[in-house]
């Protein structure tokens, strides 16, 4: 558990700080990151520096970035090098070791990416987390190589260039293109219909322009 949670501090807290307007007093409704009002939130129960409370946060969350970056570099890896090992004869039987491997490194780096929180609310359980899938990713690549040695192949897999990701989508196969204009067109015909049939339904909200499905 996380040190603000231990402390007992709640979510409002951070993210709804109390706002005083002449006798009045209140929970801020406007909730954003405590980083855009420090002196209210992060400062309310510490004495550093808006500057020193900021750098705590963002190094916190560049170390998760850190580990993160390292686990998806070896993930695309471990995939490339899988398929190389299909494409080379490798067994159903062969490659189950490496298929349950690489599932549970994935859903180690989804878990993680999914909150956007938890590198600042638990840092430790994060970098546990990614540690675990960086392990599990090398395991999996330790197993693709026995797979390859077993069909004859000694060699380094030859990876691809995928540095940026319009190199990465064109290694995949991917019509970028394709896909912004298939939007473009969803959002000039569908959508549309979407808000009129809400404003039909009395469930448009004008002052926001979204539907209240």
């Known amino acids: 558990m996380e040190i603000h949670a ?3 501090v709640s979510c409002g807290e951070c993210h709804m700080p109390y706002v005083e307007e002449e006798v009045r007093e209140y929970n801020n409704h406007h909730i954003q990151s405590p980083l855009a009002m420090i002196d209210k939130t992060c400062r309310s129960c ?4 808006e500057e020193e409370l900021r750098q705590d946060v963002y190094t916190r969350q560049n170390k998760a970035m850190e580990l993160r970056n390292k686990l998806e570099k070896e993930l695309v890896k471990a995939h490339i090098e899988a398929k190389f090992a299909w494409d080379r004869g490798a067994s159903e ?13 994935q859903w180690r780096w989804d878990f993680v990416i999914a909150s956007h929180g938890a590198a600042f609310h638990a840092p430790q359980e994060v970098q546990r987390v990614l540690g675990d899938g960086l392990y599990k990713t090398m395991q999996a690549r330790m197993v693709v190589k026995d797979v390859l040695n077993k069909h004859g192949y000694n060699n380094d897999v030859p990876l691809p260039d995928v540095s940026t990701k319009e190199k990465a989508q064109k290694y995949i196969g991917l019509d970028i293109q394709s896909k912004i204009a298939a939007k473009d067109e969803f959002l000039k015909t569908v959508v549309p219909e ?8 009395n469930r448009f909200i004008e002052k926001y322009g979204v539907a209240k499905w």
Do not use: D, I
Request: net charge positive; charged share 30%.
């Open 6 to 8: 231990r402390r007992g």
């Open 46 to 49: 510490h004495r550093q520096s």
């Open 194 to 201: 979407w808000v009129e049939e809400a404003k039909a339904n």
């Open 93 to 105: 039987s062969q490659m189950q070791p490496v298929l349950k491997l690489l599932r549970q490194a």
